[in-house]
């Protein structure tokens, strides 16, 4: 059973930073596949932001230059820092295992208002 659990969501400023933490419970980590996805409200859930289990990564247009996704093998842990925040990046963010099966977490709250 892989348990996701993500951290980090808070209410900040349009220009703030925060780092959203995901903490995996799943023997051999470093063979999944790794994402995070965020849902505005009445929206589809879209792809922020993956790495490959050899640390390629890919973002949605919309955050490149200003997110950044990277993994910790050792510690079961991937994270998601998040520069320049803008109102349009509120959402709630959810972390994503990928090895045949796909698991999610239950998603951190990211507000980004003045």
């Known amino acids: 059973q892989v348990q996701l659990v993500e951290s980090g969501g808070d209410l900040v400023q349009p220009g703030g930073s925060l780092r959203l933490s995901c903490a995996a419970s799943?023997?051999?980590?470093?063979?999944?596949?790794m994402s995070w996805y965020r849902q505005a409200p009445g929206k589809q859930r879209e792809l922020v932001a993956a790495i490959t289990i050899g640390g390629v990564t890919t973002y949605t247009e919309s955050v490149k230059g200003r997110f950044t996704i990277s993994r910790d093998n050792a510690n079961n842990m991937v994270y998601l820092q998040m520069n320049s925040l803008k109102p349009e990046d509120t959402a709630v963010y959810y972390c994503?295992?990928?090895?045949?099966?796909?698991?999610w977490g239950q998603g951190t709250q990211v507000t980004v208002s003045s």
């Open positions: 799943v023997t051999l980590f470093r063979l999944y596949a």
């Open positions: 994503n295992a990928k090895l045949g099966h796909e698991y």
